[in-house]
C-alpha cells in the first residue's frame, strides 16, 4: 500500500513557462524542503506549448530564475527537466500533468 502524499507545484503551464519561486530560492534547497516535511510525491502541470516549441531554442525569462544561476539560458523544457531530476534526486516521486 502505498500512501501519496504531495504537493503541487504550480507556473510551468502558465504564461511564465517555469514553475514558481525559482527566483526565490536554489531548486535543490525547495526539492530538499519539500522531503523534509513529509512528502513523497510533487504534482507538476507543463504547457503543451514548451513540448510544441522544443526545437526553436527559446530560453525561459531569465528573471525567474535568479536564485538558479546553473538554469539560467536553459529552455523552459530543461528547466522542467532540471526540476524533475532534482525531485527525484530527494527520492520524491513526479506526477506530471
Request: net charge positive.
Amino acid at each position: 500500500l502505498l500512501r501519496l502524499r504531495g504537493v503541487n507545484w504550480y507556473g510551468a503551464h502558465t504564461e511564465s513557462g517555469v514553475n514558481n519561486g525559482l527566483d526565490k530560492q536554489p531548486l535543490e534547497s525547495i526539492a530538499r524542503l519539500i522531503r523534509h516535511l513529509g512528502f513523497n510525491h510533487v504534482r507538476m502541470n507543463y504547457a503543451v506549448e514548451m513540448w510544441a516549441v522544443r526545437g526553436e531554442n527559446r530560453t525561459a525569462r531569465q528573471f525567474l530564475l535568479t536564485a538558479n544561476p546553473e538554469l539560467q539560458n536553459k529552455t523552459e523544457l530543461e528547466v522542467f527537466d532540471a526540476i524533475v531530476r532534482a525531485l527525484t534526486d530527494q527520492g520524491l516521486m513526479v506526477i506530471v500533468n
